[in-house]
């Protein structure tokens, strides 16, 4: 029906009119082509490079502007368009946000795909897992930081977590390949925040403050090893503070001279240090460690007892007395 319509307009229409929509209508068959060439141009342009990536990892250094880091992705043959990618970023927002760190690529990506990962710092490379002990201290963590990162140093480490001893939570992490010491330290210190926050309500009922709660986990975490132990420790502790006596915890040498051992000789009983729990009472100015939950609830709920000291015999338990004398007959039996 159409057809027909059609076809008797065109019987009397114009000459011109005819002409007219004859023009119109390779106008928009000229549109359309040309819209199909600009649709697969810009396609093409999106499309990686020929061939693998000349290098497999690119560095993107902080603060890098945008034509650097293209220019970078460029030179490692990432992108084929360095100028066309600088565009998409400044499209979406995220001219000079690119998250710096190290990145892998393996296989070609389009630009739109290279633009996504940098933008949200996908790096393509797996996550470093690393477990920190409970009672490991701030040296020993930089230790295996060092080692795990060659480009932090221990110094770089202790200079980020020192003032956190104590605070930085023991625990398995997974940490950026491109991660730093500050990045580290950052991440321990809020899961120590979190893994802490169910207790708040202990610690602010408590007659210590947190720091002195955190002081005496330390010491607790290297001096006795089952939760039972742990609480009958902590009371002890709590016993000798309360009457004035020098805590006498041997595992502050282990702190004073940065060494595993805590068998103190005579010579370092007169150590002098402000960590030295036989020349000084009270607490020691700061953590030795950093202490896990358990010791943490352990100086938070300690077991109350009348004991006055203890040791760890050469058959791996705790042993535990009132008096002097009973402690001297302890290490007779359990030592010797």
């Not at 940065?258 to 729990?277: E, F, G, I």
Request: charged residues 15%; proline residues 6%.
């Amino acid at each position: 029906m159409r057809m027909q319509v059609f076809k008797r307009y065109s019987q009397t229409a114009s000459p011109t009119i005819m002409s007219n929509i004859r023009r119109h209508q390779k106008w928009w068959t000229a549109l359309f082509i040309l819209s199909i060439f600009t649709i697969s141009g810009c396609y093409l342009l999106l499309l990686p490079p020929d061939g693998p990536p000349s290098k497999s990892t690119v560095v993107i250094t902080y603060g890098a502007s945008a034509s650097l880091v293209t220019q970078t992705l460029a030179n490692a043959h990432v992108i084929a368009h360095p100028e066309l990618l600088q565009l998409i970023l400044r499209f979406l927002g995220a001219r000079n946000q690119a998250k710096a760190g190290v990145y892998s690529f393996i296989t070609p990506e389009s630009l739109l795909t290279v633009a996504y990962r940098l933008i949200t710092g996908a790096y393509g490379i797996p996550l470093i897992r690393m477990t920190f002990p409970e009672g490991m201290s701030v040296r020993e963590m930089a230790a295996e930081v060092a080692s795990t990162y060659p480009s932090i140093s221990a110094e770089e480490f202790i200079s980020a977590g020192q003032s956190y001893e104590g605070y930085l939570f023991p625990d398995t992490y997974f940490f950026s390949p491109s991660a730093d010491a500050a990045s580290i330290v950052s991440a321990m210190r809020t899961n120590f925040n979190a893994k802490i926050a169910p207790l708040s309500n202990e610690i602010d009922s408590s007659e210590y403050s947190l720091r002195d709660i955190i002081i005496l986990s330390s010491l607790v975490e290297k001096e006795a090893r089952t939760n039972t132990d742990m609480r009958i420790v902590a009371g002890i502790l709590f016993n000798r503070l309360k009457i004035g006596m020098p805590l006498q915890v041997d595992a502050v040498f282990g702190y004073i001279y940065n060494r595993a051992t805590y068998s103190p000789s005579l010579a370092d009983l007169k150590v002098n240090s402000p960590y030295n729990t036989y020349t000084h009472t009270g607490l020691p100015p700061g953590p030795i460690d950093n202490p896990g939950l358990n010791s943490i609830e352990a100086v938070l709920n300690p077991i109350k007892t009348k004991y006055l000291y203890y040791l760890t015999g050469k058959d791996g338990l705790m042993h535990y007395a009132t008096t002097y004398a009973g402690h001297q007959s302890n290490l007779r039996k359990y030592l010797d």
